[in-house]
């Protein structure tokens, strides 16, 4: 019933930009954490970008100055601005959404992210 389909990956060029966005259904969206992870080939996952059912927002100091995460809860759907991208952003990005009281946790499927010249 929960789903959380991600879009907007694709290949960008160093300095490039891209949007992505999060679309869920099947829960209530404001009540919960969202969250943006990647996963570059080789490596573990990472919290690239956190946002809170209050609007407190995190970056990882890697993203910090060039990603910008946002959410629209009437529209249900959480976007990560990608501006200035580097080669290193190139990953698997995962939409994530968590609720702890009652503990709730649910993963989108992946989107690719691929930064080259």
Sequence with gaps: QVQLVESGGGLAQPGGSLRLSCAASGLT???FVMSW????????????????????INYADSV?????ISRDDPKKIMYLQMNSLKPED????????????????????????????
Excluded: H, M
């Design 90 to 117: 190139t990953a698997v990005y995962y939409c994530n959404a968590l609720y702890d009281y009652g503990y709730l946790n649910y993963w989108g499927q992946g989107i690719q992210v691929t930064v080259s010249s």
């Design 37 to 56: 992870y990647r996963q570059a080939p080789g490596k573990e996952r990472e919290l690239a970008a956190t946002i809170t059912a209050g609007g407190i």
């Design 64 to 68: 910090k100055g060039r990603f910008t």
């Design 29 to 31: 969206f404001s009540a």
